[in-house]
């Protein structure tokens, strides 16, 4: 069979994955050293992303790994990108009006409350929010800008290609979040959330593994997140 052949039967599979009705986030038997090289993940990366609001091609791929174990979740990052903006900055600076950044928004039982937004740059900046409401029927925008994951963990690497970006999120800090349903995860547990990229290159993009069916508060959906699912 032609590589090119195994490749395009490669993307179909992986995006079947990301367009089906849950996203798996496999179980690591091994340690992952969050240091920005990624020769140590074994779980497979999804993508790639596309336009968050109309499933259109990226102009630059972006592709993300999910991984979990007993004390944390992990994401790992793959983008290319050949004009990167940005800098290092203090943490929870404002980097996603203004950096090359990608990010995990979570929010375990779906209900638009008290969801989490993490985002790290090229350079390892990374910040954290709580966001208890968005929409007008919960009152409006209110986020908490002092909450802070205590132990997370956010490398970045520049190569020749781009970046890669690895996170850690230890469930311990997340469990204290009131009314948001972060119940620490077993095999089978199901929680809502999305990975996003945004790309102030050449050509400004906002990006998603999953897309949505309209843009009204931009990433900001939880209702159409997608389902990711902790399996063996």
Request: negative net charge.
């Amino acid at each position: 069979m032609r590589f090119d052949t195994i490749l395009s039967s490669l993307v179909v599979i992986i995006t079947a994955a990301v367009n089906s009705q849950n996203i798996p986030i496999p179980k690591t038997k091994s340690k992952i050293s969050i240091d920005g090289d990624l020769s140590d993940w074994k779980t497979p990366f999804l993508g790639p992303f596309v336009i968050h609001d109309s499933e259109k091609k990226a102009v630059q791929n972006t592709f993300v790994s999910l991984s979990w174990d007993k004390k944390n979740l992990y994401l790992a990052y793959k983008c290319t990108d050949s004009n990167i903006i940005g800098k290092t900055q203090d943490k929870d600076s404002q980097i996603f009006y203004t950096d090359d950044l990608v990010e995990i928004f979570l929010d375990p039982d779906g209900d638009s409350h008290n969801y989490i937004e993490v985002g790290v740059n090229a350079f390892s900046t990374n910040y954290d929010l709580l966001l208890k409401c968005i929409s007008p029927e919960c009152g409006g925008w209110n986020t908490e800008l002092n909450f802070d994951i205590k132990g997370i963990e956010t490398v970045s690497n520049i190569n020749s290609d781009g970046y890669t970006a690895e996170i850690k999120i230890p469930f311990s800090s997340l469990e204290k979040i009131e009314n948001g349903g972060f119940i620490k995860p077993k095999i089978g547990t199901k929680w809502k959330g999305n990975a996003f990229r945004i790309d102030y290159g050449n050509t400004t993009e906002y990006l998603a593994l999953h897309p949505y069916k309209s843009s009204k508060f931009g990433f900001h959906q939880p209702e159409e997140f997608a389902v990711f699912e902790f399996v063996e």
